[in-house]
């Protein structure tokens, strides 16, 4: 059966890879680390202002997918420095209303282009 794949204008792909790909009622969306669109690089900031357009980028996806925040039912977070835990986290409770999606957060030793954080989600269709 041949992916259905989504492609949002406003997400970047550094790679080989669909930005999100639809597995029955499930979307998958692929990580997303905090490159502007409009200028091809990572956004300038710390780590509040990656996690944004990490968002930012997310949810361009999940437009183009014709779903919402509302739709996402699990979220992994990467993090270069977990010292960053909790600005990510001041971000992240703007992003969802409770119930919040089941999350899982990884510290890991680096990321592409040198960014802090890199974030993926799985959204659910009604």
């Avoid at 779903?67 to 990467?78: A, D, G, I, S, W």
Wanted: glycine share 8%; aromatic share 8%; with cysteine.
């Amino acid at each position: 059966m041949p992916r259905k794949a989504f492609t949002a204008e406003g997400a970047v792909a550094v790679g080989p890879y669909s930005h999100a790909v639809e597995a029955g009622e499930l979307v998958f969306l692929s990580g997303q680390t905090p490159i502007d669109a409009s200028t091809g690089k990572l956004v300038e900031g710390d780590i509040s202002a990656q996690t944004e357009q990490c968002f930012k980028n997310l949810f361009q996806v999940l437009t183009a997918a014709g779903l919402t925040p509302e739709h996402v039912v699990k979220v992994n977070v990467f993090l270069t420095d977990m010292a960053n835990f909790s600005a990510m986290n001041e971000v992240y409770k703007t992003r969802f209303s409770e119930p919040y999606p089941a999350r899982t957060t990884i510290g890991v030793a680096s990321l592409p282009l040198g960014a802090q954080v890199e974030i993926e989600m799985i959204a659910q269709k009604d």
